[in-house]
Nanobody, 127 residues
Framework: QVQLVESGGGLVQAGESLTLSCAAS????????MGWFRQPPGKEREFVSA????????YYADPVKGRFTISRDNALNTVTLQMSSLKPEDTAVYYC????????????????????WGQGTLVTVSS
C-alpha cells in the first residue's frame, strides 16, 4: 500500500494562489491514476482533480476548472495541485489519493479512490 503525505495548505486571501504537494512512499505509484479530493466544513468529501499515470489526461471538477492545475513527477513520487484565483468556497481539507477511478456522467467529472488517502492539509481562503 502506498503512503501519502500532503503539504502546502494554509491561510490565503481570495484571489491568491497556493500549491499543494503530495509525497508518496511505500511502493511505486507510477501506474496509478492519482487525484485530489476536498472536504469543506460540514460537507462531504468531493472530487477535485485527477491525473493518469503518465500525465496524459487530467480531469477537473467543474468548480475548479480553469483555476487549478494538477501535475505529477513519477521520478520524485510527487503529485502537485496548483490553485489560483482562490475563492472562500475553496476552503476545505484537501486530500491526496491513489488509485483514483474517474467517472464522467453527462459531462460532469467525479471520482473515488480504490487505494490510499493522505491525512489531509487544510486550505482556508478568507474573503
Amino acid at each position: 500500500q502506498v503512503q501519502l503525505v500532503e503539504s502546502g495548505g494554509g491561510l490565503v486571501q481570495a484571489g491568491e494562489s497556493l500549491t499543494l504537494s503530495c509525497a508518496a512512499s511505500g511502493r511505486s505509484f507510477d501506474r496509478d491514476t492519482m487525484g485530489w479530493f476536498r472536504q469543506p466544513p460540514g460537507k462531504e468529501r468531493e472530487f477535485v482533480s485527477a491525473i493518469t499515470w503518465n500525465g496524459g489526461i487530467r480531469y477537473y471538477a467543474d468548480p475548479v476548472k480553469g483555476r487549478f492545475t494538477i501535475s505529477r513527477d513519477n521520478a520524485l513520487n510527487t503529485v502537485t495541485l496548483q490553485m489560483s484565483s482562490l475563492k472562500p468556497e475553496d476552503t476545505a481539507v484537501y486530500y491526496c489519493a491513489s488509485e483514483v477511478s474517474v467517472t464522467v456522467v453527462a459531462g460532469r467529472v467525479g471520482g473515488k479512490t480504490l487505494g490510499a488517502w493522505g491525512q489531509g492539509t487544510l486550505v482556508t481562503v478568507s474573503s
